[in-house]
């Protein structure tokens, strides 16, 4: 029988520490559920020998196989619905009027397995057949930590019980091509616009660019409240002016008034760079 009380708080220091992501207590059951197989096969009884081990410079590839184990994929196609909503009335119109001929630049942070970037993609595509002057188009990156969920994302393939979670069927005819034996390809034009790329929030963003939209949602839920400020702080020094961030319902911006302002859309909220 496997140990999970044994080394948990050093388990959640190495996880905190790694990828950002806050346990607290009592939270053993999450962690067996996740880790129990992974470390029936590396032979470990007891997460004080997990975590005795990650701390070996040899366990590069156990580090990040227990980090993927860890981090949470659960996600929909326009998820919550409001803020998409509010991206085509709202964002798009504004963005068409001050762009011009430069491209539209949006940071899908945390994406998982890639149906929030693709969501925006779609309806980016849509707005674009139907206004000619956002014709330039945009760039849409999405990253995340989890190898797993990147290699998901990028393949674009998706079972028919992940495409009943949220996508109408509307636009599964438009933009997916059914596979067969209960499997839809996104459309490669809707792709095409995405570029996935693997990061750890905790890691610099200078190299990113800069965006119009940044969607970090339902991700800092996980972190600690001073995780969350440093990880707010440095979207904000990625936003264009007048750009704008993206969170999730349950999740806010407080205490970083003189970064942002608040805009209320009814429903849904907004954050706009000071």
């Known amino acids: 029988m496997t140990d999970m009380t044994s080394g948990y708080d050093e388990?959640?220091?190495?996880?905190?520490?790694?990828?950002?992501?806050?346990?607290?207590?009592?939270?053993?059951?999450?962690?067996a559920?996740?880790?129990r197989r992974l470390m029936a096969e590396q032979g470990l009884t007891s997460l004080n020998e997990l975590t005795n081990r990650l701390q070996l410079i040899t366990q590069v590839r156990?580090?990040?196989?227990?980090?993927?184990?860890?981090?949470?994929?659960?996600?929909?196609?326009?998820?919550?619905?409001h803020p998409f909503q509010v991206l085509e009335q709202k964002l798009l119109p504004e963005f068409t009027d001050r762009l011009a001929s430069r491209r539209l630049r949006v940071w899908s942070a945390a994406c998982s397995t890639g149906q929030e970037p693709y969501s925006i993609a779609m309806i980016?595509?849509?707005?674009?057949?139907?206004?000619?002057?956002?014709?330039?188009?945009?760039?849409?990156?999405?990253?995340d930590?989890?190898?797993?969920?990147?290699?998901?994302?990028?393949?674009?393939?998706?079972?028919?019980?992940?495409?009943?979670?949220?996508?109408?069927?509307?636009?599964?005819?438009?933009?997916?091509?059914?596979?067969?034996?209960?499997?839809?390809?996104?459309?490669?034009?809707?792709?095409?616009?995405?570029?996935?790329?693997?990061?750890?929030?905790?890691?610099?963003?200078?190299?990113?660019?800069?965006?119009?939209?940044?969607?970090?949602?339902?991700?800092?839920?996980?972190?600690?409240?001073?995780?969350?400020?440093?990880?707010?702080?440095?979207?904000?020094a990625t936003l264009n002016p007048g750009g704008y961030l993206l969170v999730g319902a349950s999740e806010s911006v407080h205490g970083l008034s003189d970064l942002y302002e608040m805009v209320h859309c009814r429903p849904g909220i907004l954050y706009k760079k000071i």
């Open 11 to 31: 388990f959640c220091r190495f996880l905190e520490q790694h990828s950002g992501i806050f346990l607290g207590a009592s939270k053993q059951y999450l962690v």
């Open 33 to 35: 559920s996740r880790l």
């Open 62 to 81: 156990l580090k990040a196989q227990v980090i993927d184990a860890m981090t949470t994929n659960e996600t929909l196609w326009f998820r919550d619905d």
């Open 124 to 143: 980016l595509s849509e707005y674009r057949q139907q206004n000619r002057f956002f014709s330039a188009g945009a760039d849409i990156l999405a990253t």
């Open 145 to 236: 930590i989890s190898p797993t969920a990147l290699a998901q994302a990028r393949s674009g393939e998706y079972s028919t019980l992940a495409i009943g979670r949220g996508l109408d069927p509307v636009k599964l005819k438009k933009h997916f091509t059914e596979l067969g034996s209960g499997r839809f390809k996104i459309d490669p034009i809707i792709a095409a616009d995405i570029n996935f790329r693997a990061l750890n929030l905790q890691d610099s963003y200078a190299l990113l660019g800069r965006f119009d939209l940044v969607f970090c949602r339902n991700v800092l839920i996980y972190f600690s409240a001073d995780f969350k400020r440093d990880i707010l702080t440095r979207i904000h």
